[in-house]
């Protein structure tokens, strides 16, 4: 009995001291190695991947946002501006709060989401001039980080003579930019199609 | 055109993951398996006290297990009480008691499951020195528990069964930190953050104000992912474009969660000496797997219900970067492994495509599991497997020249009880006990009707499982779920593995009885379909009931 609580004692003993070494190497040490590495190999990734308004990679001080997170473009009372290419509907916060991401969580049959779904569609095809027929799925649909950066060619095609009219442009001029900007699948197959919002806003105000 | 992007995907997987098979697997095996230390592990024995050539028993070898573990329950949880007075933790507050309890005992478990919104709850001091060192350490225990049952099929009257901390040094040093490093930086080149920067504020086009977060996202994020912990850096996990940027980074996270686990069959195979051995362990978690895979996809492709109607396509919950198919593949990956990572989220999922994820679970994370405990996992249902085919002919059943006799079918079957148990007792206490029905249903359950049933009923699949994945509309902030849960992650962890160390015991004590033509082969094909026929029947018997209470309602109706 006395030998077996004094292995048991031991065991923890050695567990310890385990622990504190792994935590020294695996929670300082390697961490440490990463970051130092991606601030002198990698430091536009490292940081976020921020943009500047032309559009080119910024530090913090210029930023306008991060090619990789997506952002609302609406006015003080939360309507949408119509110079701007729209992100997708969001549940991060108050929509594209970057500080609190997170999906709706509304399942197949909420009542709540289905409603908004409806209310959407009304109000995308209010705003675009289109039939309600024409909306893609995206454009209807809040995404699982509520940062999403990227809404389907479908939408963005979508946006164009309304964004044409609002900025004063040809509306062949937007549409070839939008067909420009269009991410292919990586490698051709993997993920989908999609245009990067922020970088297209970016794109279309230094027409 | 969807469908055969998918098919492409997929074989682009399956040739990586053929491709790293045997060399992961033979070094894995090798690595588990050599007399010879490093220099600097010798150190580290020195340092730590142990010696590296004393060989455990099974009950000295389990005291490691589980001394190693409640010491890190322990600082885990010491760490997040101490969050206020810690440098780098951005101004948030210590922990509450309840919430720091659930969190160590998931990130020790390898579970990660989180009851809390990492983005305004932990800072980075938690993440790292708390989580960061988990998300190895658990995995490492997962795959020494695992070699020691494989070793044990080799051993002949033996009354060791190897040595827990060389074991646990050994695939950390070796394996999981060496691969952490380059995986890191690879996600670094994809765009995956890395800094100590906190918020950095930018104003947006439309001139408002827009908090951007930094921290050390992909070093957590590498092993997060290879080690099939799954505990995000924030809360959107790898739906979070810091830490899943793009298509590819997608896919190569799936690779990393199932190299591990894919691989460790050829280190099985390798280690009992027949190589065929693992093929046919190998065969049934990827045939469990691609059919899985093939539900899934097809339930979300096409999109049934009527919220994915009326949008006209299953997109609430998926970013548009990864589309279903991506989504679909990476949320099998994960539930297959004990991961719990999600590039998408489940709950939004179609009712019947919403069910794969927690089936997948059930299935007991078999195919090919997590870590070391889908292996694990796996060789108990072959045991169950040989047994059945046993009665079915009548002859004493083997495997590997074991026996397998009253006290190791005593022990599978006490394994394969365990989880269920948990899952389905959890699910009833959540409703049956007045007090905390009235709370799951006023405070945590977020999707009202059978989906508030699914969404218990995945919590518990989830943490009895160690997989850490969520219908994450779910708030498990709660005194309940955060107690239930947690002793559902502690029991659904240690208990297996205290029968898988037994079982490891009688069997490394046996002498090896030569094979005859009365043997039951067991790595040809008829075996094979023999061992997905009893996990899916296990799995089936168990949980239709509960099933069809929840998502197969919801689906059907």
């Known amino acids: 009995m006395r030998s077996t609580s004094r292995r048991d004692f031991r065991q923890y003993g050695v567990a310890l001291r385990a622990m504190l070494i792994f935590t020294v190497v695996l929670g300082m040490l390697y961490p440490l190695s990463v970051t130092v590495v991606g601030q002198v190999a990698l430091p536009a990734q490292a940081n976020g991947s921020l943009v500047g308004a032309d559009g080119n990679p910024a530090t913090a001080a210029d930023a306008v946002g991060s090619s990789l997170i997506g952002q609302s473009v609406v006015d003080s009372d939360g309507a949408p501006l119509p110079q701007w290419f729209q992100p997708r509907p969001s549940a991060a916060g108050d929509g594209y709060d970057a500080a609190a991401s997170s999906g709706s969580n509304w399942g197949p049959e909420n009542a709540d989401l289905i409603a908004a779904i409806g209310e959407r569609r009304a109000q995308i095809a209010e705003f675009e001039g289109v039939t309600e027929a024409e909306i893609p799925a995206d454009a209807l649909t809040a995404s699982a980080s509520g940062l999403d950066p990227a809404i389907s060619p479908a939408y963005a095609l979508l946006q164009v003579p309304r964004i044409a009219e609002a900025r004063g442009l040809a509306e062949s001029d937007v549409r070839a930019l939008v067909e420009s900007r269009i991410t292919g699948r990586d490698l051709g197959y993997l993920g989908a199609e999609s245009v990067n919002v922020l970088e297209l806003n970016l794109a279309v105000a230094a027409l | ?557």
């Open chain 2, 1 to 557: 055109m969807d469908g055969w992007l998918a098919l492409l995907q997929v074989l682009t997987l399956v040739l990586v993951l053929a491709v790293l098979y045997r060399p992961l697997g033979d070094y894995m095996a090798h690595i588990y398996t050599s007399r010879h230390d490093l220099a600097i592990e010798r150190g580290f024995y020195r340092l730590i006290g142990v010696s590296s050539r004393s060989e455990q028993t099974w009950p000295a070898y389990l005291r490691g297990v589980l001394a190693f573990s409640a010491v890190g329950v322990l600082l885990v949880y010491a760490i997040q009480r101490a969050q206020a007075v810690l440098p780098y933790s951005l101004g948030f507050p210590a922990i509450p008691e309840g919430l720091s309890f659930n969190t160590a005992v998931s990130f020790v478990t390898n579970t990660n499951w989180q009851s809390y919104s990492p983005d305004v709850t932990m800072g980075y001091a938690v993440q790292l020195i708390g989580l960061t060192v988990q998300n190895f350490v658990s995995s490492a225990v997962g795959i020494a528990v695992a070699v020691a049952l494989v070793r044990a099929f080799a051993l002949r009257k033996s009354g060791t069964i190897g040595n827990f901390w060389i074991d646990l040094t050994r695939g950390i040093l070796r394996l999981l930190l060496p691969v952490s490093v380059i995986a890191a930086i690879v996600l670094l080149a994809g765009g995956v953050i890395q800094n100590v920067n906190g918020f950095t504020d930018v104003t947006t086009l439309s001139g408002a104000t827009q908090s951007i977060p930094g921290g050390p996202v992909a070093s957590q994020e590498a092993i997060k992912i290879f080690g099939t912990n799954g505990g995000g850096f924030f809360n959107a996990n790898s739906a979070h474009p810091f830490e899943n940027p793009s298509a590819w980074t997608s896919l190569f996270q799936i690779v990393l969660m199932l190299a591990i686990p894919f691989s460790l069959p050829r280190t099985f195979g390798r280690v009992v000496g027949d190589n065929r051995q693992g093929y046919a362990i190998l065969a049934t978690m990827a045939t469990l797997f691609v059919v899985s895979l093939t539900a899934i996809t097809m339930f979300e492709l096409g999109g049934a219900g009527t919220a994915p109607q009326a949008a006209g396509g299953a997109m609430e919950g998926k970013e548009t970067r990864f589309g279903i198919a991506a989504s679909t593949l990476y949320a099998t990956a994960t539930t297959l492994t004990s991961t719990g990572a999600v590039n998408s989220m489940h709950d939004s999922y179609t009712a019947l495509g919403g069910m794969m994820p927690m089936l997948n679970m059930m299935l007991g994370e078999v195919a090919p599991g997590g870590t070391g405990s889908g292996l694990y996992g796996m060789l108990i249902l072959a045991v169950i497997a040989v047994f059945v085919a046993g009665l079915l002919v009548g002859r004493t059943p083997e495997y590997l020249g074991k026996k397998i006799g009253p006290r190791e079918i005593k022990l599978a079957s006490l394994y394969i009880l365990v989880t269920p148990t948990l899952v389905l007792a959890g699910t009833a206490l959540s409703f049956a006990i007045p007090a905390v029905r009235a709370d799951v249903e006023g405070t945590s359950i977020w999707n009202p009707g059978l989906h508030g049933l699914s969404e218990v009923l995945y919590a518990f699949t989830s943490a009895a499982n160690n997989n850490g994945s969520a219908f994450a509309g779910l708030t498990a902030n709660t005194p309940w779920f955060n107690t239930a849960l947690g002793v559902a992650m502690l029991l659904g962890r240690f208990l297996p593995i205290v029968l898988v160390l037994a079982l490891a015991s009688s069997l490394a004590a046996q002498d090896r009885v030569p094979a005859t033509v009365g043997t039951l082969p067991t790595n040809r094909p008829q075996f094979v379909g023999l061992l997905i026929g009893v996990t899916v029947i296990i799995t089936a018997l168990t949980y239709f009931p509960v099933l069809a209470l929840g998502p197969l309602a919801e689906g059907l109706q």
